[in-house]
């Protein structure tokens, strides 16, 4: 948590009402979100309780598990939502736009890819072991489930993995999407709680930020967020339910027990779906514009959704259990990339997020004093131009790789670094960027009195590391790895 953030909770809880962080958007909102809300039964590893989901508020589906111990119903479960998955999934995988032209002809793309929001993080995991959970059963055999659930299955494992990138919006934790933009007065803990979190950024009129969060700790009043129940749930509603359900001598009892299982799992889920909803809206509100590279992160979900739907349609396996060595280092490496490029563009989209990075140094802003525009080096245009601030930096002559928000594609070079008491005066030469000619091309050199802001985010490309290729992987790291196909065991294993 960086000191900023910090200062922003402290004021939040001093003011009882949480704080903005940012001043424009830094998530993609679909214009038709899939909401996810999901209940599992306690003790047992993820086994699927209940579901509400949908992309209306409006007109949520309910689909239950009356005993989440038995396959069978396990297995009519997966069937339902995988029904569903494919309703909002497939007709996205079908319609493409071409984007560009490469050395094989035109390349289509995804004109739109899929965004599933759950409550928390504890979603996106549920979402990780059901995707698990389904990919690898078997559409023939013994233990056959209908071919739908493994398909599902493999759409939810490369969603739960491209929640892993920074900046990817197709899998969103509600909560993680709030807390980026608001403060709280409540720990990092607490802000997994949707209800709270919203209780401190949108409070009930005549209630304070912080009364609202506390009326939301009574899990009685309001059901908690899931997956998990409460306990007070389980042990005074849902086991005698279960009971009766297990115990019914007829069809009919049968019936009734069902009903009434599912009358008490809807009460637990229409306040968390209506939240969720609640959500999306606070984000999708005209005060908080899409930042400038919003649009760019959605694109590369697109390629990858784009990528994942070719992938699914024409391979007969499923995603591994474990990553081989090859693919594990790679995705380290797209992993952290995407980590440097998120960090960079939030930064340059949007002034709070910069102020973060001018406190610890990584950033400065100052008014220019002086500028030589037409400076030349040889037959290269280098201008000068000298930059005085108050921020605490921590740069040197010869450090490179400075940049604007506002021009991306010129790099500068520090000069010198002058410190006069609290003022700093940091003279810098400006390279690329600036066009062709024998002089700058307007606006792309400060003038003096212009207020700039330079910092060292790189979010350009950076070469991948070498790496053998899959087929050519050695057998000290498991020889090269074959499509994973699942076995008789993956099929006969719990679902959870």
Same mark, same amino acid.
């Given at each position: 948590m960086s000191?900023?953030?910090?200062?922003?909770?402290?004021?939040?809880?001093?003011?009882?009402?949480?704080?903005?962080?940012?001043?424009?958007?830094?998530?993609?909102?679909?214009?038709?979100?899939?909401?996810?809300?999901?209940?599992?039964?306690?003790?047992e590893a993820h086994a699927p309780l209940a579901v509400m989901i949908g992309t209306s508020p409006d007109?949520?589906?309910?689909?239950?598990?009356?005993?989440?111990?038995n396959r069978d119903q396990q297995v009519a479960f997966a069937y339902e939502l995988a029904k569903i998955f494919a309703a909002y999934i497939t007709p996205r995988t079908n319609r493409r736009l071409p984007v560009r032209a490469g050395a094989s002809g035109v390349q289509y793309r995804c004109a739109d890819a899929p965004q599933v929001w759950v409550p928390n993080r504890a979603g996106v995991e549920f979402i990780r072991i059901l995707g698990r959970s389904t990919r690898l059963r078997r559409s023939t055999g013994e233990w056959a489930v209908p071919r739908n659930i493994p398909v599902m299955g493999k759409w939810l494992t490369f969603l739960a993995d491209r929640a892993e990138y920074a900046g990817s919006a197709m899998l969103v934790a509600a909560t993680d999407a709030l807390t980026l933009h608001w403060a709280t007065g409540q720990s990092t803990e607490e802000d997994q709680h949707l209800p709270a979190v919203l209780g401190w950024i949108a409070p009930p009129p005549g209630m304070t930020g912080r009364d609202a969060? %506390? =009326?939301?700790?009574? *899990?009685?009043?309001?059901?908690? &967020?899931?997956?998990?129940?409460?306990?007070?749930?389980?042990n005074g509603i849902l086991e005698p339910l279960l009971a009766a359900y297990h115990q019914a001598a007829s069809p009919a009892a049968s019936r009734i027990a069902e009903d009434k299982i599912r009358k008490e799992l809807r009460k637990q889920l229409d306040g968390t779906w209506h939240r969720m909803w609640q959500a999306i809206t606070l984000l999708r509100d005209p005060s908080l514009p899409a930042g400038a590279h919003v649009g760019v992160r959605w694109e590369r979900d697109l390629d990858a959704f784009t990528q994942a739907a070719d992938w699914i349609a024409t391979s007969p396996g499923a995603q591994p259990k474990r990553d081989s060595a090859v693919y594990a280092a790679r995705?380290?490496?797209?992993?952290?990339?995407?980590?440097?490029?998120?960090?960079?563009? %939030? =930064?340059?989209?949007? *002034?709070?997020?910069?102020?973060? &990075?001018?406190m610890i140094g990584e950033a400065f802003v100052g008014t220019v004093i002086a500028a030589v525009p037409n400076r030349r080096v040889g037959r290269s245009l280098r201008p000068l131009i000298t930059v005085s601030t108050t921020d605490a930096i921590s740069l040197a002559a010869g450090e490179s790789g400075l940049r604007r928000p506002e021009l991306l594609d010129q790099k500068t070079k520090v000069v010198s670094v002058t410190r006069d008491g609290d003022t700093v005066m940091v003279e810098l030469e400006l390279r690329e960027g600036m066009g062709s000619g024998r002089e700058p091309r307007p606006g792309t050199v400060p003038a003096v009195g212009d207020s700039v802001c330079y910092s060292l985010f790189k979010d350009d490309y950076r070469r991948a590391p070498t790496l053998p290729r899959k087929e050519d992987t050695p057998w000290t790291h498991g020889g090269p790895p074959k499509p994973y196909l699942p076995t008789e065991q993956d099929a006969q294993e719990p679902w959870s």
């Open positions: 000191l900023l953030t910090s200062l922003a909770r402290a004021h939040a809880s001093d003011q009882a009402v949480a704080q903005r962080l940012t001043t424009v958007r830094h998530l993609h909102v679909s214009s038709e979100p899939l909401v996810f809300v999901p209940l599992a039964m306690a003790g007109t949520p589906e309910l689909l239950t598990v009356a005993q989440p111990r969060a %506390r =009326a939301c700790e009574n *899990p009685l009043k309001v059901p908690p &967020a899931g997956p998990a129940t409460d306990p007070s749930f389980d995705r380290l490496y797209w992993l952290e990339r995407a980590q440097q490029q998120y960090d960079a563009e %939030r =930064a340059f989209d949007d *002034p709070m997020v910069m102020a973060e &990075a001018r």
